[in-house]
């Protein structure tokens, strides 16, 4: 089931295509943004770790809870406890505690951080829409002139990934 409707996006965006190819459409934009950003519900993040072993680990999108991390030094492989980790700077950053059951100052070579993402789930409409919108309005010119009436476009491709990254940045209000 996409996030977007097909009368949600046709709200947003004037066009007369049929309700298969504009579902083609907000189909498309939502597997994007899955590849690109992740898929809306639990995500998985295997983090390496270079010398010196930080305190903080930042998984690749903000963490509203922790379901699982397991740390790997060496051939040690260790699950570790809800005591052994903080999240930090809104769920942005996750800390590596030196106290708790498995206590260290800072995180191992390989950390596996399963995690349930905070919602954008607003956000991922408005960039659906945005991404339909585009593929739309899209003629493939790069400028066009009728008399006095001159246009220049922007790359497809580059606006589309510019959208995907506003919403991984965090970018919309």
């Given at each position: 089931?996409?996030?977007?409707?097909?009368?949600?996006?046709?709200?947003?965006?004037?066009?007369?295509?049929?309700?298969?190819?504009?579902?083609?459409?907000?189909d498309d934009?939502?597997?994007?943004?899955?590849?690109?950003?992740?898929?809306?519900?639990?995500?998985?993040d295997?983090?390496?770790?270079?010398?010196?072993?930080?305190?903080?680990?930042?998984?690749?999108?903000?963490?509203?809870?922790?379901?699982?991390?397991?740390?790997?030094?060496?051939d040690?492989i260790?699950?570790?406890?809800?005591?052994?980790?903080?999240?930090?700077?809104?769920?942005?950053?996750?800390?590596?505690?030196?106290?708790?059951?498995?206590?260290?100052?800072?995180?191992?070579?390989?950390?596996?951080?399963?995690?349930?993402?905070?919602?954008?789930?607003?956000?991922?409409?408005?960039?659906?829409?945005?991404?339909?919108?585009?593929?739309?309005?899209?003629?493939?010119?790069?400028?066009?002139?009728?008399?006095?009436?001159?246009?220049?476009?922007?790359?497809?491709?580059?606006?589309r990934?510019?959208?995907?990254?506003?919403?991984?940045?965090?970018g919309?209000a």
């Amino acid at each position: 089931m996409s996030l977007a409707t097909i009368a949600e996006v046709r709200n947003h965006v004037e066009t007369d295509l049929v309700d298969i190819a504009l579902q083609q459409l907000i189909d498309d934009a939502e597997l994007e943004i899955d590849v690109r950003i992740g898929e809306v519900d639990e995500q998985i993040d295997e983090i390496e770790n270079e010398e010196p072993f930080p305190s903080l680990i930042f998984p690749s999108r903000k963490v509203s809870s922790v379901t699982s991390i397991i740390e790997e030094i060496g051939d040690d492989i260790t699950t570790l406890e809800d005591d052994d980790f903080r999240l930090r700077q809104g769920g942005a950053a996750i800390e590596r505690l030196s106290t708790g059951t498995n206590p260290r100052s800072t995180w191992g070579e390989i950390i596996t951080v399963e995690y349930e993402p905070i919602d954008d789930t607003a956000r991922r409409k408005r960039v659906i829409i945005d991404l339909v919108k585009l593929a739309v309005n899209y003629n493939a010119l790069d400028s066009e002139r009728i008399g006095d009436y001159s246009a220049t476009s922007k790359k497809y491709e580059d606006e589309r990934a510019a959208l995907i990254n506003r919403l991984a940045s965090g970018g919309f209000a």
